[in-house]
């Protein structure tokens, strides 16, 4: 029985919704420990087997459990090995009581989960020492897991910054990769199509006055054949040079020469169109004109190459309004996923040889009043799904080293999404072909005229 004696040991009380379980099928020991522990404000729930105490603490888990070891029905070790096996109550401390004091059974009840022992009869001094000391550790237990928690949460908040932070860091990296790249290609463009335009400027000014030279000699040279036949030694040279050729090919070759000329000045206006240096500054543009430049810029990989096809271009133009942007971005995004088309459409035609016919189709079109569309589409070898998931990601290419850094998709992305507010979204099937789809918004400055 339980000595009367003050106890010096004073648990914090806890809040009123938590208890402590005592389970005993003897009630006499069930009231003695009630009120012993109730008189340090402790409250406590009472069972008398194992089932009933298991069911109780299934309702609402008890701060701790004093339970007796011999009982009818299922016995305390049995009782103990059920708690422990369920997830729900598995960490709820558990104190033996018994009045079995042989070594043997205190470790089997240590081994199964149990904390602590009580010896019967029990000493009110002990009881409520080792209770106090098992609730200190309770409390302790649950001071760490809510410093671990908090300290978890810290850490899971540093690491998002740190990845916040770093993903901003490389997009203004990517950024500036973008604008020096753009700047420079440019810059670089501008002045070769400025370089050129002198010299065609003087062939192409020249060419008209040097047919009519050609066409008045030959008049001349008609007139001196039918009117002075006679001189041997220019008969004879005339016949060794074949004058009636020269003098059918000439205008040929000037002719030739005057559509070279204007394919180049063409070139030319395509370079000035494309490397408009306004990468801050948004204006109204034709964008049928950038894309014509584009093609005109690529012309040269677009070509029929050794055994391969000329890649066919199919160009479904709608009625567009003239567009609010930056003109040199823009022709930029065109310029990267055509090009990417060229390379699948590439790398198909390496495994499908002659039977395979490369094709690049151009659509726009105005689905409403708010935005326009451009989609560009290839019959290449598509993307597999795990590309799918990497091709907008910074670093990212399939390409050798010396053919990509990984940056044309990134960047054109930035530039539809964060510069323009548009969309940029793709649709691919391996080794049937990809679609990417440009959205730009229309905004009030739009024309009314449409091209």
Request: charged share 25%; hydrophobic share 40%; with cysteine.
């Amino acid at each position: 029985m339980i000595i009367a004696q003050e106890n010096s040991y004073k648990p914090n009380v806890n809040p009123p919704t938590e208890f402590i379980l005592i389970v005993d099928d003897n009630t006499t020991n069930l009231s003695i420990l009630k009120e012993a522990l109730k008189t340090i404000g402790l409250r406590v729930r009472l069972a008398v087997d194992g089932e009933s105490a298991i069911k109780q603490a299934k309702q609402e888990l008890p701060m701790l459990i004093l339970l007796d070891v011999e009982m009818p029905g299922i016995n305390g070790f049995e009782t103990c090995t059920l708690l422990k096996a369920d997830p729900l109550t598995q960490d709820i401390p558990i104190i033996f009581m018994t009045a079995l004091s042989d070594t043997a059974n205190k470790v089997k009840g240590l081994s199964l989960g149990a904390v602590d022992y009580i010896t019967k009869p029990f000493e009110k001094e002990e009881v409520l020492a080792r209770v106090n000391v098992q609730l200190k550790v309770r409390e302790l237990n649950k001071s760490l897991a809510e410093k671990n928690t908090r300290l978890l949460e810290l850490t899971e908040d540093l690491e998002q910054k740190v990845a916040e932070r770093t993903a901003a860091l490389q997009k203004a990296q990517i950024q500036l990769v973008q604008q020096e790249k753009l700047s420079m290609l440019g810059q670089l463009v501008a002045g070769v199509a400025h370089e050129i335009n002198n010299p065609i400027g003087c062939i192409t000014s020249n060419i008209a006055p040097a047919q009519e030279y050609v066409k008045s000699l030959s008049t001349a040279l008609k007139l001196y054949q039918k009117y002075c036949p006679e001189v041997p030694e220019i008969q004879q040279e005339l016949e060794e040079i074949d004058i009636e050729f020269v003098l059918e090919d000439l205008p040929k070759l000037l002719d030739s020469m005057q559509l070279s000329t204007q394919r180049i000045k063409d070139i030319s206006i395509s370079l000035r169109n494309f490397s408009r240096l306004d990468t801050d500054t948004k204006v109204l543009a034709n964008l049928h004109l950038g894309l014509d430049s584009t093609l005109v810029i690529l012309r040269h990989r677009l070509k029929a190459i050794s055994n391969r096809p000329e890649i066919k271009i199919i160009q479904e133009y709608s009625k567009l309004p003239e567009v609010k942007c930056s003109p040199g971005q823009i022709n930029q995004v065109f310029m990267n996923l055509i090009a990417n088309s060229i390379d699948a459409l590439e790398e198909k035609f390496e495994i499908l040889g002659n039977q395979f016919q490369p094709i690049i189709k151009i659509i726009t079109e105005q689905p409403d009043k708010k935005r326009i569309v451009i989609r560009i589409i290839d019959n290449g070898k598509g993307m597999s799904e795990e590309i799918k998931q990497q091709i907008f990601q910074p670093l990212f290419t399939t390409k050798p080293v010396s053919k990509g850094t990984g940056l044309g998709l990134s960047i054109a992305q930035q530039i539809i999404v964060d510069k323009h507010g548009g969309q940029l979204s793709f649709n691919s099937v391996p080794k049937q072909g990809t679609e990417f789809i440009i959205e730009l918004p229309l905004g009030e400055e739009s024309l009314v005229n449409s091209h």
